[in-house]
């Protein structure tokens, strides 16, 4: 496993650096890994970032669209555009790649980040979009639409009201103890945040049990 981040980490026993909105970084990161690794079998998209100046059109400043929209929606389209042509080189063509989404997505909540939850689901259409188009040619593109995850981060970020960010391996903040979380409707308040070990999802996305599903859109479990 190759983890990447845009600063110095630990994820994986592989970890590499990139800045994965520039697009010359993400082409010359898939191919150093082809290169040193020999093929590229899965593509999992999890990085990401929130910020809460992004909360509604009405008031939120362009940098920080530009700045949500880039750290999710286009981190996920570069590394699909660089990552899936070694998929597709694999002998035979073999693949999958796996989209972190989020609820805010397919709902709408008056205390969601805008920013965040459009380009969450600019996500969801990108994954849906590939996986038909790719489906008959052995790759398969899904994604996942979660609700929070409990992590330290996470936990740390839910007792403030600090920017939420979520580099590398992200997290959607647990806002247990914010008038946000409060206003989500019931059956989110009620459900226990899941943990990263917790969630069932992504391994089977990794695995051949997943080959006949492509272009789908996947919940935790808890809508």
């Given at each position: 496993m190759v983890g990447v981040d845009q600063r110095q980490h630990?994820?994986?026993?592989?970890?590499?650096?990139?800045?994965?909105?520039?697009?010359?970084?993400?082409?010359?990161?898939?191919?150093?890994?082809?290169?040193?690794?020999?093929?590229?079998?899965?593509?999992?998209?999890?990085?990401?970032?929130?910020?809460?100046?992004?909360?509604?059109?009405?008031?939120?400043?362009?940098?920080?669209?530009?700045?949500?929209?880039?750290?999710?929606?286009?981190?996920?389209?570069?590394?699909?555009?660089?990552?899936?042509?070694?998929?597709?080189?694999?002998?035979?063509?073999?693949?999958?790649?796996?989209?972190?989404?989020?609820?805010?997505?397919?709902?709408?909540?008056?205390?969601?980040?805008?920013?965040?939850?459009?380009?969450?689901?600019?996500?969801?259409?990108?994954?849906?979009?590939?996986?038909?188009h790719l489906g008959r040619r052995g790759v398969r593109v899904n994604a996942l639409v979660l609700g929070p995850i409990e992590t330290p981060s996470c936990g740390r970020s839910s007792r403030t009201s600090a920017t939420m960010r979520s580099p590398g391996a992200s997290c959607i903040i647990r806002w247990a103890a914010s008038a946000r979380w409060r206003s989500l409707p019931a059956r989110w308040r009620t459900s226990p945040a899941m943990t990263p070990a917790s969630s069932p999802a992504q391994p089977f996305h990794w695995t051949a049990a997943s080959r006949q599903l492509y272009g789908s859109v996947l919940s935790d479990g808890r809508r």
């Open positions: 630990g994820v994986g026993p592989h970890s590499r650096t990139a800045d994965l909105t520039d697009e010359d970084q993400v082409r010359e990161l898939f191919a150093s890994v082809k290169n040193d690794l020999g093929r590229i079998d899965v593509l999992y998209n999890n990085a990401g970032l929130n910020d809460r100046e992004g909360h509604s059109a009405l008031d939120m400043p362009l940098p920080v669209w530009e700045r949500v929209l880039a750290a999710n929606l286009t981190k996920t389209f570069l590394c699909c555009k660089h990552a899936i042509p070694h998929l597709l080189n694999n002998d035979p063509p073999s693949g999958s790649v796996i989209n972190t989404a989020s609820f805010l997505a397919v709902m709408g909540a008056a205390s969601s980040q805008m920013a965040y939850s459009v380009a969450k689901a600019g996500i969801l259409q990108l994954s849906r979009d590939l996986g038909v």
